[in-house]
């Protein structure tokens, strides 16, 4: 992966994901997302729970707790959910995470 000219990181594409792809779920509901997404983001195990119209996409710190967590958080407040998926993070997440300023990564 390069950033601004600069080597960030060399590996193949399975170690990457291994190393730098935090767990991410997508919950998608028939109602506005933006109150599910403000309620999940203050749980200790959840680095990121952003929304976007009628998705939440969600970062896990802790894959076994949002396994068993989060279905039941989505539902918690009767909310009409119409998707709940883990999904593989993609190069382009890897990328992102390892060029934002703001992200700590351990190397």
């Known amino acids: 992966i390069?950033?601004?000219g600069r080597l960030i990181v060399q590996d193949t594409i399975t170690r990457l994901k291994?190393?730098?792809a935090p767990p991410t779920f997508v919950i998608e509901i028939a109602e506005d997302a933006s109150p599910l997404a403000?309620?999940?983001?203050?749980?200790?195990?959840?680095a990121s729970?952003?929304?976007d119209g009628h998705t939440v996409r969600v970062l896990a710190r802790d894959l076994a707790r949002a396994e068993r967590e989060l279905p039941r958080l989505a539902l918690?407040?009767?909310?009409?959910?119409?998707?709940?998926e883990?999904?593989?993070?993609?190069?382009?997440?890897i990328f992102m995470r390892l060029?934002?300023?703001?992200t700590e990564v351990a190397a």
């Open 2 to 4: 390069l950033a601004g």
């Open 18 to 20: 291994e190393r730098y």
């Open 38 to 46: 403000a309620s999940l983001a203050p749980h200790p195990w959840i």
């Open 49 to 51: 729970a952003t929304a």
């Open 76 to 84: 918690a407040d009767d909310y009409t959910l119409t998707r709940y």
């Open 86 to 93: 883990q999904v593989l993070p993609s190069l382009e997440d």
């Open 99 to 102: 060029v934002q300023p703001s």
